[in-house]
């Protein structure tokens, strides 16, 4: 197997890497590949405005977006981490993130299992707008076409393209307000990764695998310790303790479990470039993700490349 240069910004694996903490990264950034609203190179610009040395695109079980954002990143002098965020199933929690990082995004086995995958959002995509326009229909409202919500996509179609659409013909006040009154009852359920399928799939392309957000999962601090626990102990690499989601005791205790578990902790924050009062860079509070978080990733990454490798 050939394995593809994950980091770009640097001249080696190591160089450019840095654990000084006035330096911020931003682990968790969508593009236009996905559900994100600008394309990957423009992403990589918008990160670089905002004095960040370090981040990674993470679309939505799709990595077209990475070789373009990674380009940028050597154009740019800031380090680009090839990444993916997976929608996947534990147990009885459907749509739970798991982020792959440092993985080889060129590989055709899993492209194909991708591809897959897109397939089937492109047909729910497909059939969440024909649920949208059924309920303008009912409001005496004109029908949101394709072209108008692809407007706003580049690799697939995804929610907040439609919100966008939504937002422009003037039928909703904010993505939010699109998603409260028509996304979200019109919405189709998605086909997911059992999370062990997923976490075996990072490993085996080099990756490292992360739970996003894992307060999304429960907010209940008990649940939520049993949860990371077992995913722990079924292979997962790290969890987002630094999050948009999480309150400042909540990041506290994933800190801790961290600890306890020998688990990686990173830091994101889930920009999409729709959200109100949402910016790259930065976490709830307006804390920021220091790049002392990318030591550990990286020599997990690199432990792990080798092990490739040698087989």
């Known amino acids: 197997m050939q394995y593809r240069f994950y980091f770009s910004g640097c001249r080696s694996y190591y160089a450019g890497m840095t654990t000084d903490k006035r330096q911020y990264i931003d682990l968790h950034l969508h593009t236009n590949c996905s559900d994100g609203a600008f394309a990957p190179a423009a992403v990589v ?161 080099g990756g490292v695998s992360v739970l996003a957000h894992p307060t999304s999962i429960s907010a209940e601090r008990k649940e939520l310790r049993r949860v990371v626990t077992e995913l722990a102990a079924m292979g997962l690499d790290g969890i987002e303790a630094y999050n948009n989601l999480a309150q400042a005791d909540e990041m506290e205790q994933l800190r801790r479990l961290e600890g306890e578990l020998g688990l990686l902790v990173t830091g994101g924050s889930d920009f999409h470039g729709i959200e109100e009062g949402l910016e790259m860079g930065r976490g709830r509070g307006g804390i920021r993700f220091s790049a002392a978080l990318l030591a550990p990733l990286k020599a997990l990454l690199a432990k792990r490349r080798n092990q490739l490798l040698s087989l």
């Open 45 to 205: 610009e918008r990160a670089k405005g905002a004095g960040l040395s370090a981040i990674a695109i993470a679309d939505h079980d799709s990595v077209a977006g990475v070789a373009e954002a990674l380009a940028a990143g050597l154009d740019l002098g800031i380090e680009v981490i090839a990444a993916v965020e997976l929608s996947v199933q534990f147990g009885e929690w459907e749509d739970v993130h798991l982020l792959g990082y440092g993985i080889d995004y060129g590989d055709s086995t899993f492209l194909e299992r991708l591809n897959g995958f897109r397939q089937r959002r492109e047909r729910r995509n497909s059939e969440i707008l024909e649920r949208v326009n059924d309920r303008l229909a009912a409001e005496g409202r004109t029908a949101i076409g394709l072209d108008e919500v692809l407007a706003y996509a580049r690799d697939a179609i995804g929610r907040p393209h439609i919100a966008r659409a939504l937002l422009k013909k003037g039928y909703a006040d904010s993505v939010e307000d699109a998603f409260r009154r028509y996304l979200v009852p019109c919405n189709v359920p998605k086909a997911y990764w059992p999370i062990a399928d997923a976490m075996a799939e990072v490993r085996r392309i």
